[in-house]
């Protein structure tokens, strides 16, 4: 693994590639190649072991990763490779404990340490992660990668001014350093400190005045509610948590929602005759509580990552990467018995042309369930929280658009989930079109 001549080098680069590429059969022929060559190379099986995970396989994958190691067993950044799996599939105290293991035999590997700052993050250590951070840049004290995640982990940990100083420094050094300017904007609109972000939306603006999440966020740095939010925003914050949110969604904030609907659409189509869309449908989980229906299931999602995870599932009968608005725009009319938008409307702010295109697109009786978070029946109609960035929505408000779209409609108080242990409170809309 360390000599000089690596003649498997540019076979793994290649697969690691096509596998970040969903290229699996090509990848699959570059290893066997790679195999060919070298029998005892673990990276070919560890890669393997990347491409069964990616196929849902994740016995599979697991069985590949030790077989891996069991040709190198002290191979540190193979090690690094397992505990990120471990992470992805929810197992965070063996992912920690590996991470840390081949931090012990390779502290000096950037690569490693990168690895370890990921886990930790993974895992919910902020803690853990800043520790591998400052610790990494006390030998590497110009890293920007390390400073930059730095600034972003003491921002989490409400270390804002710490955070700042980071920020500070890194937009001092090269003050056109996006990255730098987001970092420091992000924390100050964290800390509600909006009026100081302005100078970096403005920054931004300059330097990219047609980026649609620049004009959001500046809008929020001059106290404005945006009815929407970009795109873009919610196609990264997804795909970059495609691996492990049904294990953070479900395991650790106790999501329930798509199981309680699930039973309520069964409830109403007991044969399960009924063609549904699933727009914002993540990684399927109401697909996975309803099972294969006698009509139609097709899922939409911003994210391609997250359907990626959906199609392992082999219940939607298609899977489209689209926005929620474009979706229903391009729906035939009459075309759907239910469509459903859970923990959408958090994402997409304000909720009216969601109802008119739904109203265009389901059927003669049918339904439109959605979900909110709930805010506050004194405060405004939509409401953005300054920290987790998702809309809340007065009930009164959004049953009386309902109403104006011309439903009929029931709304039902919920526990949409747990959010640093407390419930998130909210509610589901049934809204139907009449007969």
Not at 166 to 174: D, F, G, P, S, T
Not at 245 to 262: G, K, N, S
Request: proline share 5%; with cysteine; net charge negative.
């Amino acid at each position: 693994m360390h000599a000089t001549s690596d003649p498997n080098l540019p076979l793994i680069e290649s697969a690691r590639s096509l596998i970040a590429d969903d290229r699996l059969a090509e990848a699959a022929t570059v290893l066997n190649q790679a195999r060919a060559r070298i029998p005892s190379d673990p990276r070919v099986y560890i890669l393997s072991a990347l491409m069964a995970e990616k196929t849902g396989d994740i016995d599979g994958a697991f069985q590949m990763m030790e077989k891996g190691l069991s040709l190198d067993s002290n191979w540190a950044p193979g090690i690094m490779e397992l505990a990120h799996m471990q992470a992805r599939q929810g197992q965070f105290p063996e992912a920690v404990d590996n991470a840390a293991t081949a931090l012990e035999l390779a502290p000096h590997n950037v690569a490693v340490r990168n690895g370890a700052v990921q886990v930790a993050l993974l895992s919910g250590q902020h803690d853990l992660a800043l520790q591998h951070l400052e610790t990494g840049l006390k030998a590497h004290p110009t890293h920007a990668q390390w400073r930059r995640a730095l600034g972003g982990t003491l921002s989490h940990l409400g270390r804002t001014d710490e955070s700042l100083a980071v920020w500070n420094a890194l937009v001092a050094e090269a003050p056109q350093d996006t990255r730098a300017l987001e970092g420091r904007m992000h924390t100050l609109l964290a800390a509600g400190r909006a009026s100081e972000a302005a100078r970096d939306t403005a920054a931004l603006l300059a330097l990219d005045p047609k980026n649609e999440a620049y004009v959001y966020y500046d809008a929020l740095a001059h106290g404005q509610t945006p009815e929407r939010q970009p795109a873009v925003l919610n196609r990264s914050l997804f795909d970059n948590a495609a691996a492990v949110f049904d294990q953070q969604l479900v395991q650790m904030l106790e999501y329930e929602l798509p199981q309680q609907v699930a039973r309520q659409i069964l409830a109403r189509h007991p044969a399960r005759q009924l063609s549904l869309l699933d727009l914002g449908c993540g990684t399927g989980l109401l697909g996975a509580h309803l099972g294969r229906l006698k009509g139609r299931l097709v899922g939409a999602d911003l994210s391609p990552k997250m359907l990626e995870q959906a199609r392992r599932r082999a219940i939607y009968d298609d899977l489209e990467v689209a926005d929620l608005h474009d979706t229903l725009a391009r729906s035939s009319a009459a075309a759907w018995d239910v469509i459903a938008a859970l923990d959408v409307c958090i994402y997409i702010g304000a909720i009216g042309e969601m109802l008119q295109g739904a109203w265009r697109a389901l059927a003669p009786g049918g339904e439109l369930i959605f979900s909110c978070e709930q805010a506050a029946e004194s405060g405004p109609d939509l409401y953005l929280h300054p920290t987790t960035r998702r809309y809340a929505h007065k009930r009164s408000h959004a049953e009386a658009q309902c109403l104006d779209a011309g439903f009929s409609v029931q709304a039902k108080e919920t526990v949409l989930r747990l959010e640093k242990g407390q419930p998130v409170h909210g509610f589901v809309v049934t809204a139907t079109k009449p007969a």
